[in-house]
């Protein structure tokens, strides 16, 4: 339309701030409305068990979650090959048609019986996985992408709380359990329309952002071969650290009411959302620095710091809480935070750093979207584990246990895949200085 076409032209001539507000804007309410189709069932109770043959009893909400997970699970994996190929012009009615589908699909479960209705939260999670991808295919290889992903990434660490604080108070206006995921994905139906089609007006890469970040491009199934195989060892010990962030990171948030409830919280609802404001500032600072750096190695490098100082933030703040030393507020700010910074960069700066970093035509959306395939294989692994391995362990137990081991394997994995891609762009370089007959800055990098 005439209308969209002038918002474009308008972007491509607005100087970097107000290109870098909108963009910022349109990203944070779309992944922060999207939430609200996924996350609110979470602060139901949903009582009751389910009798398995040759298993203990497994209660309902746990069902649920498992059932949502799997969904969730298997769309990130369909994502990787049907986010790796959207054209550009395609994401936004596919960002739609996800959410619109999983909304229809958190009806069916408010009709549907216990525990039948498990089989409708796995259709509310198979399309939703594969909507960051897809948004973030609107932002990355830019001069600014840092920090156009650190704004994205706020979202779905304040959304969550804030979407199951408005689904419980929907519970307190007198809306059965059963419905309140469906009524709270209806209210934030319009902003979500509104921030789509603010997506949509944002124009591609410049000359300079490809030049600065490499050139992004669609990726068939040869190309996401060659690249994994070129870049194996270091990807697959991300992912592998992926996993375990991603497993913590669910079972933080989908047993958030029950871990506060266990500290003393049970009567605050506003915990789940003013809990979260200082860990998503912290995240957001911490990745934001990012965007300073200019050599695509170096930031690469750092990105990888900043994770590892996360993990032993979320171990040793654990000690602490556990020695007396810092109460439960702290405490769960301090996991909170140490998880996004580890958690936050593999969303946003660390696979665009490092495509560019490498000199690789490729797209992030790829390796994101791959990372989370594995990483919510992971969450329901863990989700299994406890249920059945562990049934009777309180969740903060469990949660107190599952701290200190997070951060243990985090850290030595991160700093293992510090060192191996930071020879592999080393031989990069090398590379390319012999190619030409002297130093050069490896692709995608500029000298500072």
Known sequence: MPAQRRVTRWLERAPAPVFTA?????????????????????V?????????????????????????????????????????????????????????????????????????AAVFL??????????????????????????????????????????KTVGKLTLGWGVPEAWMPALTGALFFPPLLLSIWMLAQIPPPSADDEALRTRRAPMDRAARRAFFLANAGGLVTLVVGYMVLTAYRDFRDNFAREIWDAVGYADQPAILTTAEIPVAIGALVGVALMMGIRSNRAALLAVHGLMLAGAVLVGGSTALYQAGVIGPVAWMISVGLGLYVGYVPYNCVLFDRLIAALGSVATAGFLITAADAFGYLGSVTVLLYKSFGQPKRSWIEFFLGFSYATALVCAALFAASAGYFWLRTRADRLATSRAVGGPREPAGEQPG
């Open 44 to 116: 139901g109770t949903f009582q009751g068990a389910v009798a398995l043959p040759l298993l203990p009893p497994l209660d309902l909400k746990s069902l649920y979650l498992i059932a949502q997970g799997l969904g969730y699970c298997a769309s990130k994996f369909l994502g990787i090959k049907i986010v790796s190929e959207m054209r550009p012009e395609r994401r936004a009615l596919a960002i739609l048609a996800c959410i619109g589908v999983s909304e229809a699909a958190l009806v069916l479960f408010a009709l549907a019986p216990a525990p039948h």
């Open 122 to 163: 796995v259709l509310n999670g198979l399309p939703l996985g594969m909507v960051w991808g897809l948004v973030f295919g609107f932002l990355e290889g830019r001069r600014v992408s840092d920090l156009l992903g650190a704004g994205l990434c706020v979202s779905f660490i304040v959304a969550s709380g804030f979407v």
């Open 22 to 42: 909108f963009a910022v804007l349109a990203a944070f309410a779309t992944y922060f409305c999207m939430y609200a189709f996924r996350k609110p069932f979470a």
